[in-house]
């Protein structure tokens, strides 16, 4: 536990919350539950257990719900978390207060489809595959890929990344307004329809990536992009990490627009051939790549990726043309997180979430590297490079002595390289529970512009609290 | 006036040339592009570094002074005009570009830096800054952040919160922050999309890392003609809707093209109702490909003419007509009035047919100017200021258009920001817990709302005054929620 917030926060008072729960049974019957299995599962993310049971679930069915039911917390002065499917990795969901959660995973309709303005508007619980499995047919998809199955609003809470952002963009860039209920219980519309719009400050921005601090998510409108018409995706196999790292820079710096890249250490590579049965393949540090754009527009792209990595010492690329073929790479890519569980199963693992300027990609990827084997525990890389964020799977084991230390220790490390380089301590997944020092030290003195504005907001601190950022 | 005690600390922080109070010499700074609105300021600051910046706000801090500060006034919404009790503090000596990183691909940059000056310094290394609002040879990108500025080429490139990495900042207080970060991610709350487009309102920028752009190896424009305004503007959406991201995406009614006709003589056609500009930029194959893309969408729209520029200078040629709109309506006309709404693609038709019928009721002249490909519409209000009708005419008509953006789903600003001159309008598109989190951020940042005050956001109260915050429409947004 934090020890910035474990001071500041107060568990309500029991009466008031058995009080509450009442309440909400009464309103909304099943849809608001108590059990324990129910409360467990909803006390946690994928990532490292944190103890913080909700004292209720509730699953409303509209933004007026949401509404209602902020407002009762409000009044009783009782914590808030949203939640979506519990694919985070920072302990977000984590109830640290008790208080209600609120499960938006019933909230899963995409409301509306604007073909001519390449937009959507769904509600917080429509789940990224679900979003792009509606979108056929449309000629239109949704780019944004976390490796998990996350739901969109989950994925706006903590401005969620994936394998293409370096074409593409974040959530951040990808979010064209929000609807919001606000710790008052009030709905609020931020942003809208429009490209473009400089009338007030940007809460939009504000409150993607706010981790549910601010207010409750209902709604996202989301930016769409019409199917590419040609797509490719190749493998490069490398000698050594420095070359795929340099690879990747030496791409950027020409301003190739690939739409995906990703690199994979010879542990990942081993870990994923294992797990996903890639065949043809071997444990060496690894580019994937995927183009995206007409048909001499890629052909374009692959000609000029193909000198870099020879350049580098890649080998000759392995193409998945075919949409299935193309399918099983990203799978396998997807799921180098449960592949990296799986190398030593029992484990407990956490990931790291490094993000740097590309001028220090190298620098950073090779000491993290070194720094990783020196602890001698499993520790694969995987990320999205091309962005400059990459992440490590640490595997260790709870109960051999010293293993979680030297696990946490290097998890620090990263983040402190990372930021002394000019970077982050999260590209992707958030800070959560986990990183309000690692944010401390990012943003010094702009952290306590964060705390004044997360006062102003939410001057109860009912939602989320105890995360994103220290008070 | 300023205050003599407050004068005499401001004097003791500055060097003497840098505190201007003599009306002669605050006078320069009395407006912005928007000159309707004139204001003379106490005094002007002009500090030389961000030490005396430091000083300068904290001085003005403990006296209550407000504070605006000021890039190269080219702004559109007033933003930029003093406040009488206050000081102006102008950033024109912070006009260094510190570094540049082609590897990182970015640029640091002080604020007073003008837009074009970056590209330039960028050139060497192939690389450009890529938002290029029409003012980019005398904007600054400390302006340009507090604007969140746009251009023509944003639709493909994104605005200038995309394009930039870092800002550092000085608050009222006189603290120093940072936002942002040199990775393409930072951690916490985005405070870094707070800044921009905030007007001056919540802090004064220091300092500006921005990404840099590899320069396209070749670009080509196609213009279209179109019989009337409605198919342009399906062109438009015809254009978006085949996937295709145009570097640029521009239309001109026929008022504008006639006006810029007589001007630069670019060729354009003087029949059609509308013209499309259409820009395709990349490696020669990429732009070949879409160039042919293009011009089949453009035909089966129903363009009646299509011409593609077949080298850099007609390129270039075709461009000036756009990029001298604004001179050209001037000629014809005393004054006018640039408005900023932007609308969702699919309601362009419906909105133009709307302002041609306001013409008619205010019997003024408008043209039509606008980033087509973002919906963002600039009607040029054509007047005479001296002629008081006409004046207060341009005003309503100019309000009209904002709601009638509202109405379709759009918003009153799409790139020059709210400022003095929309701050009515923001009654009618923000209820009122939508406004009290704007306040509440102004709070988190200057609680004694020093910082250009009266600007950018209205107060609950100034709604009220306006009667804009109660019926909109007939429909009470919220009804149920209590009023002031």
């Keep these: 536990m934090n ?61 007026e719900e949401v509404a209602a039911i902020v407002r009762l917390c409000h009044a009783a002065r009782v914590p808030v978390i949203a939640f979506g499917v519990g694919t985070s990795l920072e302990g977000h969901v984590a109830a640290l207060y008790g208080g209600v959660c609120i499960d938006l995973s019933q909230m899963n309709r995409v409301l509306e489809v604007n073909a001519e303005d390449l937009d959507c508007r769904v509600q917080a619980g429509v789940l990224r595959e679900q979003l792009n499995a509606e979108l056929k047919g449309t000629g239109l998809f949704f780019p944004i890929d976390p490796g998990a199955n996350a739901t969109i609003g989950g994925m706006a809470a903590t401005r969620a990344s994936g394998t293409n952002a370096v074409r593409y963009g974040t959530m951040r860039e990808n979010v064209l307004g929000l609807t919001i209920v606000t710790p008052d219980g009030r709905l609020i519309r931020t942003g809208g329809r429009s490209r473009k719009s400089s009338a007030g400050y940007d809460l939009t921005r504000l409150y993607v990536g706010a981790e549910g601090t601010l207010g409750v998510i209902t709604e996202i409108q989301l930016r769409l992009y019409g199917v590419p018409e040609a797509i490719s995706a190749g493998i490069c196999q490398f000698e050594s990490l420095e070359g795929a790292v340099q690879t990747v820079i030496l791409a950027m710096q020409h301003g190739i627009p690939v739409a995906r890249i990703e690199l994979l250490d010879d542990v990942q590579m081993e870990a994923c051939i294992r797990y996903s049965k890639l065949e043809g393949l071997a444990a060496k540090p690894t580019l994937l790549f995927e183009f995206h754009g007409s048909e001499a527009g890629v052909a374009e792209q692959v000609a000029q990726m193909q000198a870099i990595t020879e350049e580098f010492g890649g ?79 640490v595997l260790f084991d709870p109960d051999a002595a010293g293993e979680r230390e030297r696990a946490e220790g290097l998890a620090r490390r990263i983040s402190l390289r990372a930021i002394a380089m000019g970077g982050t301590c999260t590209g992707e997944h958030g800070v959560g529970v986990h990183k309000l020092d690692a944010l401390v030290a990012e943003h010094g003195e702009a952290v306590d512009l964060m705390r004044t504005i997360k006062r102003a907001l939410d001057p109860l601190n009912i939602m989320n609290p105890g995360k994103t950022v220290p008070l | 006036m300023l205050d003599p005690a407050v004068h005499a600390q401001l004097a003791s922080v500055l060097p003497d040339s840098a505190l201007l109070t003599s009306a002669e010499e605050t006078k320069p700074y009395e407006c912005d592009g928007l000159t309707m609105y004139r204001e003379l300021p106490a005094a002007v600051a002009l500090p030389e570094d961000e030490a005396q910046l430091v000083d300068v706000l904290k001085q003005c801090h403990a006296s209550n002074v ?116 040199d990775a393409l991610d930072s951690a916490g709350y985005d405070l870094l999309a707070l800044i921009h487009g905030s007007e001056g309102l919540l802090a004064v920028t220091t300092e500006i890392t921005v990404k840099l752009t590899p320069k396209p190896q070749t670009a080509q424009v196609a213009l279209a003609a179109f019989a009337d305004v409605g198919a342009a503007g399906a062109a438009v959406a015809a254009v978006i809707g085949a996937g295709i991201v145009p570097a640029g995406l521009e239309m001109m009614d026929r008022s504008a093209t006639r006006a810029v006709e007589e001007f630069v003589h670019a060729g354009y056609p003087q029949d059609a109702a509308a013209v499309l500009l259409v820009e395709a930029d990349g490696t020669p194959e990429e732009v070949a490909a879409e160039m042919a893309e293009i011009t089949r969408v453009l035909g089966a729209a129903g363009a009646t003419g299509i011409r593609v520029s077949k080298d850099e200078r007609e390129r270039l040629l075709l461009w000036s007509g756009r990029k001298a709109a604004f001179p050209a309506i001037g000629r014809l006309t005393p004054d006018y009035y640039c408005i900023d709404g932007t609308i969702p693609r699919r309601a362009l038709s419906h909105v133009l047919g709307q302002i041609e019928a306001l013409t008619h009721q205010y019997k003024l ?63 009618v598109q923000f209820r009122e817990a939508e406004l009290e989190c704007f306040l509440a951020v102004k709070s988190a940042f200057d609680p004694k709302s020093l910082l250009n005050p009266g600007k950018g956001v209205p107060t609950l109260s100034r709604c009220a005054e306006f009667g804009k915050m109660h019926v909109h429409h007939g429909a009470l947004p919220h009804p149920e929620l209590p009023r002031f």
């Excluded at chain 1, 568990?11 to 059990?35: F, Q």
């Excluded at chain 2, 963002?376 to 200021?385: R, T």
């Design chain 1, 3 to 63: 020890t910035h917030t474990a001071a500041r926060v107060q568990r309500p008072d029991a009466k008031d919350v058995a009080d509450l729960v009442t309440l909400l049974t009464a309103d909304y019957g099943e849809r608001a539950l108590t059990s324990r299995s129910i409360r467990d599962q909803h006390s946690h993310g994928e990532g490292l257990a944190d103890a913080g049971l909700p004292d209720v679930v509730v699953f409303p069915h509209t933004n």
């Design chain 1, 315 to 393: 080998s000759a690329f392995e193409w998945a043309t075919k949409p299935e073929d193309r399918s099983r790479l990203w799978k396998a890519r997807h799921n180098a997180y449960y592949a990296a569980k799986a190398m030593q199963p029992g484990k407990q693992v956490f990931a790291t979430d490094a993000c740097v300027p590309i001028s220090r990609l190298a620098d950073c990827v090779l000491e993290t590297k070194a720094d990783a084997d020196a602890t001698g525990l499993c520790a694969p890389i995987v990320g999205h490079v091309g962005d400059g964020n990459f992440h490590l799977c």
């Design chain 2, 66 to 181: 407000p504070v605006v500060a000021r890039g190269a006034g080219t702004s559109l919404s007033g933003g930029a005009v003093p406040h009488k009790d206050g000081v102006v503090v102008a950033m024109a000596k912070f006009r260094n570009i510190l570094s540049i990183d082609p590897v990182a691909c970015t640029a640091v940059v002080q604020p007073g830096v003008r837009n074009l000056a970056i590209s330039s310094a960028a050139a060497p290394y192939g690389f450009y800054y890529a938002p290029d609002p029409s003012s980019q040879i005398a904007c600054t990108i400390g302006g340009n952040v507090a604007e969140n500025a746009g251009g023509v080429h944003c639709l493909k490139y994104g605005l200038t919160v995309h394009n930039v990495r870092r800002v550092r900042a000085v608050l009222i207080s006189g603290e120093v922050v940072e936002f942002g970060g």
């Design chain 2, 365 to 427: 002249r408008c043209a039509n100017v606008f980033h087509a490909g973002d919906g963002n519409l600039h009607p040029l209000i054509m007047y005479d200021a001296n002629v008081e009708a006409e004046r207060v005419g341009a005003e309503a008509f100019g309000a009209e258009i904002l709601e009638l953006c509202i109405d379709v789903g759009g918003t009153i600003t799409g790139e020059h920001g709210v400022g003095i001159e929309k701050l009515p309008q923001m009654c």
